[in-house]
């Protein structure tokens, strides 16, 4: 499977990052280096965690808008493989490079991230993911408040002018009779 650019896509609350920390255990159990990303403008933690009782992994990179994955090469070069965190955060500019980086270097970069924000936006990044990934994968989840599949992220708390990412309970997974027609 070298070589390629996975996107693992779905709501708040689907089970991306426990996916993504089973991914690092799984690979780290067979002796492959793996190199956690997460971008910083995820501000609730170095940390890459959930609320499931699975212990956390340190980032081994926080990338910042304005830099490049080419920044931390030594990081990169070390890696048999790279997991990202919401990576729904990064620039089209840095998924670009993760694409070219896992051809250069011959390795899996697995992307995970939602796919649109409360508004139902694509973010940048997730529609540069959905045009250059060589697979894509939904991880599914079921609506908050009937059971139907989830599609779609609710903004159910207040989160303050200009912050993105407030807390793990500012969202919640809905489908689209609950996130449409809500109160």
Known sequence: MANKLLYFYGTVGSSKTMQ?????????A??????????ALDTRSELIETRA???????DIIIKENESFYDYKDIINSADVILVDECQFL?????NELRRISVERDIDVLCFGLRTDFNTNLFSASKR???LADEITEVKTICSICGKKAGFNAKIENCGDGQITPSWNAFEQRCWKHFHYSE
């Open 20 to 28: 993504l920390l089973v991914t690092h255990h799984n690979y780290e």
């Open 30 to 39: 067979v002796g492959w280096k793996c190199v956690a990303v997460k971008p």
């Open 129 to 131: 993911l959905f045009e």
């Open 53 to 59: 009782h699975i212990p956390p992994i340190k980032a």
């Open 91 to 95: 620039t089209v500019s840095q998924i």
